[in-house]
């Protein structure tokens, strides 16, 4: 019987739009709520940038957010993974080395970080995935741990920008979604780990549980689901990794998903 549903949410859950189909979630939440089943979003979006997007229902849903890096319920934190602030301005120092085009998002409790000097357009794509955005004209002003670091990249560079990060690998989880994003969070702490977290503080198995992805980034995602799905859109390595293929992002692919096999159960 399946008791949790996660999802990514770019590229899976939302459409090319970065929106869903409000009136299906309806359905899908009462179908959900019948059956005991609880959702959970699991995102590179910071956790208030989803209870932005889901509005009312978001008091109903388990945020996995800022790269599950956090656990968000009833708009309280329940569980986060900080990375250290000497560590993470030294990752800040050495992506300002490795290039000067690409955008920095440097996350702490308080927000999202960037610099003032950023182009309009980049900061208008950092503000659809942050709710909470502050500006710094350098970020050794930022004096908090860091909830995760990420890059955007419009020069889509970031497998050759996360190699060149390599001297932090044992230090950092440091993942490139794709070409046009790097994730950066605290040592061994990436979707799967958080997402064995929540399974833990909810009682629920893999067994009981499905999850949708798209990108590199949602392969140890898949790990902690029996009901793993990618969605058509997805890169072939995380086809591989899960054991089932549905329909696009742009097909509304999990809600109606979810109404098929929760119908089974």
Known sequence: MIKLVLTDMDGTFLNNNGDFNRELYKKVKNIMKDKGVAFAPVTGKQCERIEELFGEDAK???ILGDSATRIKHNGKIVYESLLSNELGLEIIRLLEEISPNHTIIACTRSGAFIKDSLAPEESSIVRRSYAQVRIVSDFKE???DFVKITIHDSQLKCFETRER????????YIVASEAAWIDIANVNVH???TVEHLQQ??????????????????IELMTRSNYSFAVRNAVEELK????FITRSNQEDAVMKTIIQMLSLS
């Not at 390599?166 to 230090?171: A, E, L, T, V």
């Not at 909810?202 to 980034?217: H, K, R, S, V």
């Not at 591989?240 to 054991?243: E, G, K, M, T």
């Open 60 to 62: 109903d849903i388990w």
């Open 142 to 144: 930022i004096t908090e």
């Open 165 to 172: 990060l390599s001297s932090f690998f044992n230090s950092a």
């Open 191 to 193: 979707k799967g780990t």
């Open 201 to 218: 503080l909810l009682n629920i198995t893999p067994e009981e549980t499905m999850a949708f992805g798209d990108g590199y980034n949602d």
């Open 240 to 243: 591989n990794a899960a054991n």
